[in-house]
């Protein structure tokens, strides 16, 4: 069940969400939701009920000890804030959780029963894969969508994936059959480093974010830590041989399919971020 204290009037609001778990390589995915609640203060609205949908034995309550000694145990579970983003006459809703064990039907009708609540426009999920592309290069972002208004807007192709999916997954195959206009953006980074987490993989999905909805979104110190994430991964490759070999090949491979102006494409982009937060600043 979902607990609402009270349903906020918001403003052609939009949905993003991410769930740790199968979904959230290097918890790019889930850390770009966290990134989201920061940067914009983001104010918890409901909880989705944990006992429908967790088990314990696999996604375990956590016990931490706070500064002061104080011990508090935190229940895994699915958690929609709300964030007023400044000088945008949008809001957004944002839905961070854990990968649900069961119930997925279920759980499903409830995220889009509330986007229902919310009169939500557009719901866009966030998920992260690893893959063969090497730690030196820009983490590309996927995205698709099956709306074809989006498709034409934003340039983006219909998905053509088949195989096992996660819960994000199935909120795009139920916002389709609902008529909801659904984006599934996917950053993939390296299998070699697949530890969390993977800030440079954040970083890659919140800039195509701001692409997606045309807002700037405050970095804070993610371009800091996804260097320094970058640098860390340069130290361990440079202490192993096989390692430094096997990364100059996927370097090379990723640098020949690489189009020219895929690099002209990239500068634009990001000549147009800085004109966005420059903006937004003044």
């Given at each position: 069940?979902?607990?609402?204290?009270?349903?906020?009037?918001?403003?052609?609001?939009?949905?993003?969400?991410a769930f740790e778990g199968w979904n959230d390589a290097g918890e790019s995915a889930s850390g770009?939701?966290?990134?989201?609640?920061?940067?914009?203060?983001?104010?918890?609205?409901?909880?989705?009920?944990?006992?429908?949908?967790?088990?314990?034995?696999?996604?375990?309550?956590?016990?931490?000890?706070?500064?002061?000694?104080?011990?508090?145990?935190?229940?895994?579970?699915?958690?929609?804030?709300?964030?007023?983003?400044?000088?945008?006459?949008?809001?957004?809703?944002?839905?961070?959780?854990?990968?649900?064990?069961?119930?997925?039907?279920?759980?499903?009708?409830?995220?889009?029963?509330?986007?229902?609540?919310?009169?939500?426009?557009?719901?866009?999920?966030?998920?992260?894969?690893?893959?063969?592309?090497?730690?030196?290069?820009?983490?590309?972002?996927?995205?698709?969508?099956?709306?074809?208004?989006?498709?034409?807007?934003?340039?983006?192709?219909?998905?053509?994936?088949?195989?096992?999916?996660?819960?994000?997954?199935?909120?795009?195959?139920?916002?389709?059959?609902?008529?909801?206009?659904?984006?599934?953006?996917?950053?993939?980074?390296?299998?070699?480093?697949?530890?969390?987490?993977?800030?440079?993989?954040?970083?890659?999905?919140?800039?195509?974010?701001?692409?997606?909805?045309?807002?700037?979104?405050?970095?804070?110190?993610?371009?800091?830590?996804?260097?320094?994430?970058?640098?860390?991964?340069?130290?361990?490759?440079?202490?192993?041989?096989?390692?430094?070999?096997?990364?100059?090949?996927?370097?090379?491979?990723?640098?020949?399919?690489?189009?020219?102006?895929?690099?002209?494409?990239?500068?634009?982009?990001?000549?147009?971020?800085?004109?966005?937060?420059?903006?937004?600043?003044?």
């Amino acid at each position: 069940m979902i607990e609402l204290d009270e349903f906020p009037v918001l403003v052609d609001p939009v949905m993003v969400a991410a769930f740790e778990g199968w979904n959230d390589a290097g918890e790019s995915a889930s850390g770009t939701i966290a990134h989201l609640r920061a940067v914009w203060d983001a104010q918890p609205l409901a909880d989705l009920d944990s006992e429908e949908y967790y088990d314990y034995q696999v996604n375990r309550p956590m016990i931490s000890v706070d500064e002061s000694g104080v011990r508090e145990l935190t229940w895994p579970s699915t958690r929609v804030f709300v964030a007023r983003v400044p000088l945008f006459p949008r809001d957004l809703v944002l839905v961070q959780g854990v990968e649900p064990n069961m119930k997925w039907q279920q759980f499903t009708r409830e995220v889009l029963g509330l986007a229902a609540e919310l009169d939500v426009s557009t719901v866009i999920t966030l998920g992260a894969l690893l893959s063969d592309i090497p730690h030196t290069r820009p983490v590309p972002v996927s995205g698709s969508t099956a709306d074809a208004a989006l498709q034409a807007d934003l340039g983006l192709e219909p998905s053509t994936y088949e195989g096992p999916t996660g819960i994000v997954g199935v909120l795009q195959d139920a916002c389709q059959r609902f008529g909801i206009p659904a984006i599934s953006l996917w950053a993939a980074v390296p299998h070699y480093v697949a530890q969390p987490p993977c800030p440079k993989g954040t970083l890659a999905l919140v800039r195509k974010i701001e692409d997606i909805l045309d807002i700037p979104v405050p970095l804070g110190d993610l371009v800091e830590e996804a260097r320094a994430w970058e640098a860390g991964v340069d130290d361990l490759a440079a202490e192993d041989d096989e390692v430094a070999d096997y990364v100059k090949q996927l370097e090379e491979a990723r640098d020949a399919v690489e189009l020219p102006e895929a690099s002209g494409e990239a500068i634009a982009k990001e000549f147009e971020r800085y004109l966005r937060r420059r903006s937004s600043d003044g």
